[in-house]
């Protein structure tokens, strides 16, 4: 059995256990970063094809950053 990865734990819990609705996700776009909520991200990369789980450098929810990749 494989581990998951720190943001696939955050991504879980937010949607199954969770209210999505209070998770914001920032991610790099070209020279940018941008903040939505995580919904709404999710919709946007198309479930990661289009906006790859690389590019995401912060997930924080109410405040609490869960992830912040290293560098931001």
């Known amino acids: 059995m ?3 990865g720190r943001l696939q734990e955050i991504f879980s819990k937010a949607l199954y256990a969770d209210d999505p609705s209070l998770y914001f996700v920032s991610y ?5 970063v941008v903040e939505v909520p995580l919904q709404e991200f999710l919709w946007l990369s198309e479930n990661f094809t ?20 290293a560098g931001f």
Do not use: A, W
């Open 2 to 4: 494989t581990r998951k």
């Open 28 to 32: 790099r776009d070209f020279e940018n």
């Open 50 to 69: 289009v906006i790859p789980q690389s590019r995401i450098v912060k997930i924080r929810r109410e405040g609490l950053t869960l992830y912040r990749k």
